[in-house]
């Protein structure tokens, strides 16, 4: 398919402003430089992040038609300079999910040989440090469908793109499942999976939909993870972060919330997908996948 390229170096992201750039409408808070070293290994049970749409920073900070993620910002610790590795979204969820883009740059079919993503990924490590991990996809009508359907989008998917995911059927269809599953699995700590990622539908996700109905997506939805007993009982971190944003930052809101996250925190350092994932590879003793989550900034500060 055109836009895409066999695995390769993964592009730079440009260069990002400095702290100075983070929007004035930001909630105040304690804001301090990061500390040196990585995330406390082993503090962090659950992790659940929920990737929101194609929205910069300054569209969402400060916004009326935001509240709800607004204040979610206030109350614990929002990275106020974190910026998406580069456009269009399928990219950035690989980034985010592998560490690499590889040297995909267009949101391609999975079903395409040429848009495969044959790299190691977190999914892969997290099996092999004996956690578990779902991908739970709203409006996907059946686990491991690799199609569009609806407003199930399978570009924000990124694991319909890992062969090591989809070349095992049994693995794909516990593993990559419709949003509808996730009540289930938040009844108790034991069934919610370690490490869950989350995409909304093309509406709930602000694709193709007002800011409000993204964010009343997430006063509807947050509230029941941070509830659970994963949460209630356990150390656990959720986060918020948009795929990509616009302008030639591609500065996004990215949240931390939870019992693991910081209250009432503002981080001004320069952060990026990559830096999330290796927050998530430090806390839980795992090896950097590439180069580029090695050499990103662990989110340290942002944790209790």
Same mark, same amino acid.
Request: net charge negative; proline share 9%; aromatic share 8%.
């Given at each position: 398919?055109?836009?895409?390229?066999?695995?390769?170096?993964?592009?730079?992201?440009?260069?990002?402003?400095?702290?100075?750039?983070?929007?004035?409408?930001?909630?105040?808070?304690? /804001?301090?430089?990061?500390?040196?070293?990585?995330?406390?290994?082993?503090?962090?049970?659950?992790?659940?992040?929920?990737?929101?749409?194609?929205?910069?920073?300054?569209?969402?900070?400060?916004?009326?038609?935001?509240?709800?993620?607004?204040?979610?910002?206030?109350?614990?610790?929002?990275?106020?300079?974190?910026?998406?590795?580069?456009?269009? +979204?399928?990219?950035?969820?690989?980034?985010?999910?592998?560490?690499?883009?590889?040297?995909?740059?267009?949101?391609?079919?999975?079903?395409?040989?040429?848009?495969?993503?044959?790299?190691?990924?977190?999914?892969?490590?997290? +099996?092999?440090?004996?956690?578990?991990?779902?991908?739970?996809?709203?409006?996907?009508?059946?686990?491991?469908?690799?199609?569009?359907?609806?407003?199930?989008?399978?570009?924000?998917?990124?694991?319909?793109?890992?062969?090591?995911?989809?070349?095992?059927?049994?693995?794909?269809?516990?593993?990559?499942?419709?949003?509808?599953?996730?009540?289930?699995?938040?009844?108790?700590?034991?069934?919610?999976?370690?490490?869950?990622?989350?995409?909304?539908?093309?509406?709930?996700?602000?694709?193709?939909?007002?800011?409000? +109905?993204?964010?009343?997506?997430?006063?509807?939805?947050?509230?029941?993870?941070?509830?659970?007993?994963?949460?209630?009982?356990?150390?656990?971190?959720?986060?918020?972060?948009?795929?990509?944003?616009?302008?030639?930052?591609? /500065?996004?809101?990215?949240?931390?919330?939870?019992?693991?996250?910081?209250?009432?925190?503002?981080?001004?350092?320069?952060?990026?997908?990559?830096?999330?994932? /290796?927050?998530?590879?430090?806390?839980?003793?795992?090896?950097?996948?590439?180069?580029?989550?090695?050499?990103?900034?662990?989110?340290?500060?942002?944790?209790?």
């Amino acid at each position: 398919m055109a836009g895409c390229t066999s695995p390769g170096p993964t592009p730079s992201p440009a260069p990002p402003p400095s702290s100075s750039g983070a929007a004035s409408s930001s909630p105040p808070a304690t /804001r301090a430089p990061s500390p040196s070293g990585s995330a406390r290994q082993g503090t962090i049970d659950h992790v659940v992040i929920i990737v929101m749409e194609n929205k910069a920073a300054s569209r969402i900070l400060g916004a009326g038609d935001a509240p709800y993620l607004n204040r979610l910002a206030k109350e614990y610790a929002l990275a106020a300079n974190y910026h998406a590795i580069t456009r269009p +979204s399928l990219p950035n969820y690989l980034a985010l999910t592998s560490g690499t883009t590889a040297g995909i740059r267009s949101n391609c079919d999975p079903a395409d040989s040429d848009c495969q993503a044959r790299v190691r990924t977190i999914a892969d490590e997290i +099996s092999e440090s004996g956690r578990q991990w779902r991908m739970y996809a709203e409006g996907m009508p059946e686990p491991c469908q690799a199609h569009d359907s609806g407003r199930y989008a399978v570009k924000h998917n990124p694991f319909m793109y890992y062969p090591s995911v989809t070349g095992d059927r049994e693995l794909c269809t516990d593993r990559v499942v419709p949003f509808s599953w996730l009540d289930d699995d938040l009844k108790t700590d034991h069934s919610l999976p370690d490490y869950v990622f989350i995409t909304p539908d093309m509406c709930s996700d602000t694709h193709d939909c007002p800011v409000q +109905s993204g964010d009343d997506w997430l006063a509807r939805e947050v509230p029941k993870i941070l509830a659970a007993p994963a949460f209630s009982t356990k150390n656990s971190l959720l986060v918020v972060t948009y795929d990509e944003g616009s302008g030639s930052s591609n /500065r996004v809101v990215t949240v931390f919330a939870g019992p693991a996250a910081r209250k009432g925190y503002v981080s001004e350092t320069l952060y990026t997908h990559y830096s999330l994932l /290796r927050t998530i590879e430090d806390a839980w003793g795992l090896d950097p996948l590439t180069d580029n989550d090695r050499k990103a900034a662990g989110m340290t500060e942002l944790l209790k």
